[in-house]
């Protein structure tokens, strides 16, 4: 028998974190010290009001299938969180509960696109939204935001990217992988282009939410005329510290909901039930800790980005959220170290672990080759060694 994989997913990359932080996991078992900032994840633990709640839910034997869209009680905490935080109005019919915010963007899209419609997607970009929109048959269309505008695009340009076939914008503020967040005006002007094409969706991954150094969060379904065309994701992994427990959701207009409702119905099912009972706790309980790690993610923040602007060769600017730095390293493009010549992003990324033992990401897989991405949610000592590494570790290239 012939082992050929559907053409579905040969068209499918394998995600570039996650390949990453498996070397990285490799070198660590034969001894090496290794520092891992390549993968996004807080290093706090979850906080112990949710995991009491956890641990009732397995006593009082929530243990059977829960309803595919998720339990009421936490669609309801759901949108108390959405009205108390964002000033925003919906119903429990208007959000559905999935696996992680990453499935919730991966349904969005298998339910909206079509074979040959074009989706919009800001170039640095999370390295899973093209691989679900060519998942979907979709056509990802690239739009470049470079170090010199901060990582975001313009409306001139979204405007020149959208044609006929356009079925969605997807923007992720604060961003990974490079911690850039839209102001209000910024995405105002957005909101303007994108309400001269009726046909465009907008999916707004707001997973990052609660780590901003700037302020107050600004969603896109803030902006009353547009509301019925964005699609909100978020989720508890990174403001409550609970990338384990999957829980991610999208509020969105009733019809979209029940697409992804019938989706998520045949393959998935509902949400892990003890999780679902953790996010709720999450979600109406106090958020004092959701505070205290954004203090803490500022303060890293402030550090590696300190340390990195005294690294020479590398251009560095001051990202607003999420915990992610995102220098460009071109310059280094072509110089040796012996024989090991470096390339690209990717080469230099490799280069880092195997030889400083840092491990980073290549911006290769988010759509910027001329960067790199390192992950400063770790403790600041991690921080203040691997800065130091990677400083000795470039100077050796010549």
């Not at 208007?94 to 963007?105: D, E, H, P, R």
């Not at 800001?122 to 060519?134: E, F, G, H, N, R």
């Not at 313009?154 to 006929?164: D, F, K, M, Y």
């Amino acid at each position: 028998m012939k082992t050929n994989l559907s053409e579905r997913l040969q068209r499918l990359s394998p995600s570039a974190t996650l390949a990453m932080s498996q070397r990285s996991s490799e070198l660590k078992a034969q001894g090496v010290d290794v520092i891992n900032m390549s993968v996004g994840e807080p290093d706090f633990n979850t906080p112990d009001h949710i995991k009491a709640a956890a641990i009732r839910a397995v006593e009082e034997n929530y243990s059977r299938y829960s309803p595919v869209p998720g339990y009421p009680e936490l669609k309801k905490a759901i949108v108390a969180k959405l009205k108390n935080e964002n000033g925003l109005d919906y119903e429990p019919s208007q959000i559905l509960v999935s696996n992680g915010a990453k499935q919730s963007v991966c349904n969005t899209i298998m339910a909206v696109v079509n074979a040959g419609d074009e989706v919009i997607i800001p170039a640095p970009y999370w390295v899973s939204y093209p691989q679900m929109v060519l998942l979907a048959e979709g056509t990802p269309v690239f739009v470049e935001a470079t170090i010199e505008q901060d990582f975001k695009i313009t409306p001139e340009q979204l405007e020149q990217a959208i044609t006929p076939k356009t079925k969605a914008l997807i923007l992720c503020s604060p961003s990974n992988p490079t911690g850039s967040v839209y102001s209000r005006e910024e995405l105002e002007a957005l909101k303007d282009v994108l309400l001269r094409h009726e046909q465009v969706l907008v999916i707004a991954d707001e997973i990052y939410e609660h780590i901003n150094y700037v302020g107050r969060h600004t969603s896109m379904a803030q902006f009353p005329e547009l509301k019925e065309r964005v699609v909100v994701i978020n989720g508890v992994s990174k403001a409550y510290a609970m990338t384990g427990w999957r829980i991610g959701f999208i509020a969105a207009p009733e019809w979209i909901v029940k697409g992804c409702n019938k989706l998520q119905g045949q393959y998935t099912s509902g949400p892990c039930s003890v999780s679902q009972k953790a996010a709720e706790a999450a979600f109406a309980g106090p958020q004092e800790c959701v505070e205290e790690m954004r203090q803490a993610f500022e303060r890293r923040k402030n550090l590696i980005v300190r340390l990195a602007k005294d690294i020479p060769g590398l251009e560095v600017n001051n990202p607003q959220g999420a915990f992610y730095l995102f220098p460009k390293c071109s310059s280094f493009f072509g110089k040796r170290d012996g024989d090991r010549i470096i390339n690209n992003s990717t080469d230099l990324a490799m280069y880092l672990l195997e030889v400083g033992h840092v491990a980073t990401v290549g911006g290769d897989a988010f759509g910027s080759p001329d960067c790199f991405r390192m992950s400063y949610a770790t403790s600041d000592e991690n921080i203040i060694e691997a800065l130091r590494r990677i400083k000795e570790t470039l100077a050796r290239l010549k």
